[in-house]
Nanobody, 122 residues
Framework: QVQLVESGGGLVQAGGSLRLSCAAS????????MGWFRQAPGKEREFVAA????????YYADSVKGRFTISRDNAKNTVYLQMNSLKPEDTAVYYC???????????????WGQGTQVTVSS
């Protein structure tokens, strides 16, 4: 069993940066692929980024490619999402998720955090 807790969300102006963190409990964190998803008001939850268990492979949604960077520190049981050049359309609740397969589909993930709000003002 893995429990995930996100932090680092907040209010930022367009063009600014935020770094989200997702702290995991459990000894098997390093075995899991990790992903970030987001859900804006009135919209479905969508894929943002994913990283393999080793950190050697990363994947991004086209909408964030070149602006967001996913990384992980297995010694700290933490995965990060560095978000730069933020836009108002990035406003959403951001969730981290853990699963056995690196994937963009949320059904592939077994564990989810509670989410952290990111608001980008114009």
């Amino acid at each position: 069993q893995v429990q995930l807790v996100e932090s680092g969300g907040g209010l930022v102006q367009a063009g600014g940066s935020l770094r989200l963190s997702c702290a995991a409990s459990g000894r098997t964190f390093s075995s899991y692929a990790m992903g970030w998803f987001r859900q804006a008001p009135g919209k479905e939850r969508e894929f943002v980024a994913a990283i393999s268990w080793s950190g050697g492979s990363t994947y991004y949604a086209d909408s964030v490619k070149g602006r967001f960077t996913i990384s992980r520190d297995n010694a700290k049981n933490t995965v990060y999402l560095q978000m730069n050049s933020l836009k108002p359309e990035d406003t959403a609740v951001y969730y981290c998720a853990g699963g056995w397969v690196v994937a963009s589909h949320q059904n592939e993930y077994d564990y989810w955090g509670q989410g952290t709000q990111v608001t980008v003002s114009s």
